[in-house]
């Protein structure tokens, strides 16, 4: 499987960005796909996650009523929607894939490269 991340890119505090994935190579089926971010010296984090086939969603806190993680079946893409930007959400940002439950966990199977979002004050 081949994630490919992009969207990232520099914005002010308080503004939007758009991340999409898009996912080739598969040969089965997924159970959920999500977004995860990594600031410089802090250890990778769960953003977001969506199970492929229902409506189950997860978010952290620090990004609830914020972001809003969305998927295209049909395309084979998963969109993180940021909006109200701010410094701390500076991160490289990776999708990633996995083919099982849990939804909830850092062990997601296949990752893409990451896309670099930056938020400036």
């Known amino acids: 499987v081949q994630l490919q991340a992009s969207g990232g890119g520099l914005v002010q505090a308080g503004g939007s960005l758009r991340l999409s994935c898009a996912a080739s190579?598969?040969?089965?089926?997924?159970?959920?796909m999500a977004w995860f971010r990594q600031a410089p010296g802090k250890e990778r984090e769960l953003v977001a996650a969506?199970?492929?086939?229902?409506?189950?969603?997860y978010y952290t806190a620090s990004v609830k009523g914020r972001f809003t993680i969305s998927k295209d079946n049909a395309k084979n893409t998963v969109s993180l929607q940021m909006n109200s930007l701010k410094p701390e959400d500076t991160a490289v940002y990776y999708c990633a894939e996995r083919s099982g439950p849990p939804l909830v966990t850092l062990r997601y199977t296949y990752w893409g490269q990451g896309t670099l979002v930056t938020v400036s004050s």
């Open positions: 190579g598969r040969t089965f089926s997924t159970y959920a």
């Open positions: 969506a199970t492929w086939s229902t409506t189950l969603t």
